[in-house]
């Protein structure tokens, strides 16, 4: 992505934050990977009491059953009117899965003592932009703390920084259909259409960083 204008900056106060998780994905190497960053009222400690920073977590380390669509006895959470059954089958280990289920897990086991009225902020992170089976999973997970939190009280977000706003890629299907004795070529879009870019400006450094960024609805 091309270096922002200063007047561009945003005035996000998470941005360092996030620039710090973009930097730490990407530290990694090659690979896919998210992290997701769970702030309640605002607050950016990441002191585990008030907020939370998942690990980094890389392709192939999902599958939990909250977040996979295809591994649970609830059909209220399935992938039956959420998006393609192939699309959530390719993707079930996908990243955004672990750090979904991280999170979920965080703001479950404390959320009883959070103040009243409190509202909550989740910014997935990743290199790459959610595939068409992690945009579901999203707005799964969004729906949940709408119902811990209620409406108007939740935001989720994607940032990713590739340097297309959304790609479309088709696949193979690795997962047949033994119910039917099909496969399929499965395509599947990464990122979002209609994503702002994001800049943010570390101290002394000679160019800003610059991200997507998708409010999930």
Not at 48 to 61: C, D, I, L, M, N
Not at 145 to 162: K, N
Not at 168 to 196: I, L, Q
Request: charged share 20%.
């Amino acid at each position: 992505m091309t270096a922002t204008p200063p007047e561009a900056l945003t005035s996000d106060p998470a941005a360092p934050q996030i620039a710090q998780s973009l930097a730490e994905i990407h530290s990694k190497g090659a690979g896919l990977f998210s992290q997701a960053l769970v702030m309640v009222n605002g607050d950016l400690s990441f002191d585990e009491a008030h907020s939370y920073k998942t690990p980094v977590a890389g392709a192939r380390s999902g599958g939990t059953t909250r977040y996979s669509l295809t591994e649970t006895k609830d059909a209220s959470r399935s992938y039956q009117g959420r998006v393609d059954k192939a699309q959530a089958r390719m993707s079930k280990q996908d990243s955004e899965v672990a750090v979904l289920q991280e999170a979920w897990d965080w703001i479950e086991a404390l959320h009883s003592s959070f103040p009243h009225g409190a509202h909550i902020r989740v910014v997935v992170v990743g290199n790459i932009g959610p595939c068409t089976g992690c945009k579901a999973r999203l707005k799964l997970f969004r729906q949940d703390l709408i119902g811990v939190f209620g409406l108007g009280r939740v935001i989720v977000e994607s940032v990713y920084d590739t340097s297309q706003m959304f790609i479309t890629k088709d696949y193979g299907e690795k997962y047949e259909d033994y119910e039917a004795e099909t496969t399929s070529t499965v395509s599947t879009t990464y990122g979002y259409e209609g994503a702002t870019v994001e800049a943010y400006q570390p101290p002394g450094a000679p160019q800003s960083v610059s991200y997507w960024l998708y409010q999930v609805e």
